[in-house]
């Protein structure tokens, strides 16, 4: 799935550490204790030519302002170390689902007080359900009976629960539809 | 509305269709925009901006492909067209009025987005069916968001319910238009790139009235009123002030850049 550079090339220019490695370590705007790569948005990095590198990201959600704002930190990023020509591209294939955040970015999450999704729900979306309890645990006290208060956040890819035990209220990634 | 008009905003089929459901999106997501500093409590707030982030989030990938061939981009066709060019159907203009009819629109409105681009996965277009396969699920929440509220309103309080049968009432006969062929749908559909209205209304129909008989709301109206002209950019007059609104920075200062 991960289309490796051609690492022969970059021997030659000699440019460490490796674009892959670059593009991923770049902190996401909103969630800055959140890298590329724990996001899983990192779909392919290509080096083209010793000094030009082509990017392709997959956005979380449609309407997230931080995708250009990724978009042109991952430029930059590359530029800084030694990349001449940067393009960043963003495609829908493979679309991004909250499956994509890789464990270690299950547990910066958890450990800034946002709980991480749940395993892809199997049913189909629920048409009317006013309070879904799923399987959310509290980032807090870990208990598992935890109630939505509202299906948006913060940000897109963000909802608001609350805790059945500590009774305290906690973002929670949105689990996959 | 003549040719020229068409041929200068979309050339191709499948732009024009682009162009429809871009201009669907951007158009709601501006009425919904609207309750901002007005929503009934902090939640609900939230909730409307977030849907009409998630609303402009389509409209400007839908744009964008709509104004490849013309080479107009999604900023161009966003604020530089006038309301006779504006191609959405007339039910996403209509004037906000109170929750219940916000509430009941997005009903209508995001299960009609959830069975088009549940069946426009499996579009001819790859674009178009990759952008479905996305934003499938963010109208998801969409519809539990709408449906959760019109259960509660309709089997609330006398109030709530009469404010949300009035509104059903109301934006009924609107929803005809989304389904509706005319030349455009009935190429598309052939060519596999666009799904067949009628099968789309016929599950947008259950259901609608699944969620309206939870909330004791009864049986849709059947009056033959069916307004439409929106896909055709005859509109009604709310659409040329939400667009005097929506472009009077760009018109104001053209050309500036963040």
């Known amino acids: 799935m991960m289309n490796m550079h051609n690492p022969a090339a970059l021997e030659e220019a000699a440019i460490e550490p490796t674009a892959v490695d670059v593009v991923r370590s770049v902190p996401d705007p909103e969630m800055p204790y959140l890298t590329l790569g724990d996001l899983g948005v990192v779909v392919e990095v290509t080096a083209d030519a010793p000094d030009s590198v082509h990017v392709r990201l997959t956005p979380t959600y449609l309407g997230c302002p931080a995708t250009e704002v990724i978009a042109r930190d991952v430029e930059s990023a590359l530029r800084d170390v030694g990349w001449r020509h940067v393009a960043v591209e963003y495609c829908f294939d493979p679309p991004w689902t909250p499956d994509r955040i890789t464990p270690e970015g299950r547990r910066k999450l958890a450990a800034e007080g946002v709980a991480p999704p749940p395993a892809r729900t199997t049913g189909g979306p629920v048409l009317v359900q006013l309070t879904t309890a799923t399987r959310v645990t509290c980032p807090r006290c870990g208990a598992e009976e935890t109630l939505l208060l509202s299906a948006f956040g913060a940000t897109p890819c963000q909802e608001l629960r609350r805790c059945g035990s500590c009774g305290e209220p906690f973002p929670a990634i949105k689990a996959a539809r | ?258």
């Open chain 2, 1 to 258: 509305m003549t040719e020229s008009h068409a041929a200068r905003v979309a050339a191709k089929p499948a732009e024009q269709y682009a162009l429809r459901l871009g201009d669907d999106a951007l158009v709601l997501s501006h009425r919904l925009t609207e309750w901002l500093t007005r929503a009934p409590d902090l939640e609900e707030e939230v909730a409307l901006a977030n849907i009409a982030l998630d609303l402009v989030g389509q409209a400007r990938f839908l744009l964008t492909s709509a104004g490849q061939s013309s080479g107009r981009d999604e900023d161009d066709l966003t604020y530089r067209r006038t309301d006779r060019e504006y191609r959405n159907a007339l039910i996403a203009e209509l004037p906000n009025s109170d929750f219940a009819h916000t509430v009941v629109r997005l009903l209508f409105f995001s299960t009609y987005q959830w069975v088009l681009y549940t069946a426009l996965q499996h579009s001819a277009e790859p674009d178009l069916a990759a952008f479905a396969g996305k934003a499938v699920h963010e109208v998801a929440f969409h519809r539990q968001y709408a449906a959760g509220w019109v259960v509660r309103l309709g089997d609330g309080t006398e109030e709530s319910h009469d404010r949300t049968s009035a509104a059903v009432a109301e934006l009924w006969p609107y929803t005809a238009e989304l389904f509706a062929v005319d030349e455009l749908i009935e190429g598309l559909t052939a060519e596999g790139i666009a799904p067949d209205p009628v099968i789309l209304q016929a599950r947008w129909s259950e259901q609608v009235e699944a969620v309206l008989s939870e909330a004791g709301l009864g049986v849709a109206p059947t009056e033959a009123w069916r307004p439409t002209g929106g896909r055709a950019g005859l509109h009604t007059e709310a659409l040329g002030y939400l667009l005097a609104e929506m472009q009077s920075v760009h018109r104001a200062f053209p050309g500036a850049t963040w």
